[in-house]
């Protein structure tokens, strides 16, 4: 919730300062709440739009004209439902992971533990239909929409060649299905949870692409943090940590192949406008008003450096 505002208002820099729409990016890839965005991108919503939805301001153009989504409640609110299991939700994961456990990232090993989540993803899908034709793809080539199968622990990358064939809804709802928040989505005879599982950026799907350059928004990434006095807020920045040192490698896994790469992640003051909770709706228009700001400072002073990190 708190990371699609942020990322919006990361967008909405990238456009304003280096002079590109992101509506032409050759590749999308979109993980958790950034695939709704790259979902939303692809189908040909500019990036004032999804900046004005978010502040309230109707819309007349584009594939959000008229539609109206209530950011505060649409996803079930700033806590998850009560779990549909209170042991593992995934043995078969478990399993998975204890064979293939030492090539598999900690958090994907994590997630088959944590119990099985309830909350719903349906408004989401229904954004998602209102926006591309029912039961098929993006009109965008390659939209790339990253979520882990949750009995193989697989990261698997929808829309691109070699995937299974989807619905955007569908894919779009898997990649945000949260271990232990939501239910998880099971299309075919597979279910998929939300692809942050394997990885918050997965940067280095788009090594596949062969890009010149590449351009990562990523509001669980971040090189400078802040001090919290709360306990969840200094628990958030030490997963924070983990999250960025993922993102750096993959990060050099590009750079390796040639490609320039820009890394936004929040900085201080972003931090202190999310909290702790990155679902806490309530924190919503100061997290977007903020990132607009330091968004902007970031990539103004940053120049061509391959780093920049607002705030």
């Known amino acids: 919730m708190l990371g699609a505002a942020w990322a919006v208002g990361a967008l909405q820099s990238i456009q304003d300062v280096r002079g590109i729409d992101p509506r032409d990016f050759d590749v999308i890839v979109g993980t958790s709440a950034g695939s ?10 500019s990036v004032a739009a999804l900046r004005d939805h978010q502040f309230g301001v109707p819309i007349t153009e584009g594939p959000l004209a008229g539609y109206a989504w209530d950011y505060e409640t649409a996803t079930g609110g700033p806590r998850p439902s009560m779990p549909k299991l209170r042991g593992p939700g995934s043995v078969k994961l478990m399993a998975s992971s204890l064979r293939h456990g030492l090539r598999m990232p900690p958090t994907a090993v994590l997630s088959a533990f944590m119990p099985l989540g309830s909350g719903s993803l349906e408004r989401v899908g ?4 209102a926006i591309t034709p029912m ?13 882990l199968d949750y009995e193989s622990g697989r990261r698997v ?10 619905g955007l809804a569908e894919a779009v709802m898997a990649s945000c299905a949260i271990p232990g928040w939501f239910e998880p989505v099971t299309i075919g005879e597979r279910t998929y949870i939300d692809g ?7 940067a280095d799907v788009a090594g596949a692409a062969d890009l010149d350059e590449v351009y990562v928004v990523a509001p669980m990434v971040s090189f400078e943090a802040d001090e919290p006095g709360n306990l969840l807020s200094r628990l958030e920045r030490r997963w924070r940590g983990s999250v960025t040192r993922r993102c750096l490698s993959e990060v050099a896994e590009l750079e390796a192949q040639g490609t320039q790469v820009t890394v936004l992640g929040p ?16 924190r919503r228009l100061r997290v977007l008003e903020t990132s ?8 103004e002073s940053g120049g061509s450096g391959r780093l920049a990190d607002a705030g």
């Open 292 to 299: 607009l700001i330091t968004s902007r400072a970031a990539l």
């Open 36 to 45: 709704v965005l790259g979902a939303l991108l692809a189908a040909g919503t």
């Open 157 to 166: 990358v929808f829309g691109r060649e070699g995937a299974p064939h989807v």
């Open 135 to 147: 039961d098929e793809w993006s009109p965008h080539p390659n939209l790339w929409i990253v979520a």
């Open 196 to 202: 942050g599982a394997w990885s918050a950026t997965s």
């Open 126 to 129: 229904h954004l998602i239909d």
């Open 267 to 282: 900085g201080p003051d972003d931090l202190e406008a999310m909290g702790g909770n990155i679902m806490d709706g309530r």
